[in-house]
């Protein structure tokens, strides 16, 4: 018993951003009716979807307490899109008023997705979702590759009655962009480091940790596989020496960021 305590204890890390992977369910839930994947841990777990067939799946896990959904399209899925998953979309947010839109976001890097048609389609699903998420004012999860000006032209267009809480997820830009993006007033945003990004030893990776104000930094496994997730503590092992402080105290800070994000919704 005291093992699988233990255990739980090693799972219990606030993630910012992470998927369904096989063994989900399995890997977060244990054998006891209180276990932390269904009762009220304290450590939320922000579950994007990537595709349609995502959505199911996550409106039956999102009854529980820790997980923070994230309906949406990633822009890596545009091609396998059906007729009125826009409606599909604007449904699910309505029957879970808490709920995030996310994984969304524009990639001009995949070669699989790129071309002046395809890019229009990512600029066109990207801002469809982003239109949802002004209409019912949720926060978004945002994956951007080589497409910021872009992203901050779409962003502009945003008929939203105030900021929206944005989370730039596997940010990977400079401390420049970082202080330039805390610049932009109409965004809210939060950036979210990943364990697969994480270069404790790269000058880089350390300047950038270091250049994201507490109030503003989570941390994420971007998780497909359960070793993915577990490797969640490490990064917040890393991240608390770079930056000085305790683990505990790095990880009271992203929930506290996650709080922020998840409360706005609240007072929507
Ligand atoms: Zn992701």
């Known amino acids: 018993m005291a093992k699988q305590e233990n255990e739980i204890q090693t799972r219990d890390w606030p993630d910012a951003h992470i998927h369904f992977f096989a063994d989900f369910a ?29 959505w199911q799946l996550l409106q039956k896990v999102a009854v529980a ?5 994230f309906f949406g399209i ?50 066109e699903v990207f801002s469809r979702q982003l239109a949802l998420a002004a209409e019912f004012n949720r926060p978004v999860s945002i994956h951007c590759v ?10 502009q267009n945003f008929p939203a009655k105030k900021n929206l809480a944005i989370i ?13 993006i805390l610049l932009k007033k109409r965004w809210n945003a939060f950036f979210s480091l990943a364990v697969f990004q994480a270069r404790p030893e790269s000058d880089k990776w350390r300047r950038l940790l270091r250049s994201i104000p507490t109030e503003r930094l989570l941390l994420e496994s971007d998780a497909e596989t359960a070793k993915e997730a577990a490797s969640l503590e490490n990064l917040y092992q890393t991240a608390a020496e770079i930056l000085k402080i305790s683990r505990d105290e790095l990880k009271d800070s992203v929930l506290r960021n996650l709080n922020v994000v998840w409360e706005s919704l609240a007072s929507s």
């Open 65 to 69: 307490e820790r997980v923070k959904p």
């Open 26 to 54: 399995e890997y977060f839930a244990c054998s006891k009716p209180a276990s932390p994947f269904f009762s009220s841990s304290p450590a939320p777990l922000f579950l994007n979807a990537a595709t349609e067939e995502d």
């Open 74 to 123: 990633h822009p890596w899925s545009i091609k396998d899109l059906r007729n009125g998953w826009e409606e599909r979309l604007a449904g699910i947010l309505k029957s879970i008023p808490h709920s995030g839109i996310g994984e969304i976001g524009l990639d001009w890097s995949k070669p699989s997705i790129q071309g002046p048609e395809l890019r229009q389609r990512q600029r």
């Open 146 to 155: 080589r497409a910021w000006d872009a992203i901050w032209e779409l962003t």
């Open 168 to 180: 730039f997820h596997a940010f990977s830009g400079s401390p420049e962009m970082v202080s330039e």
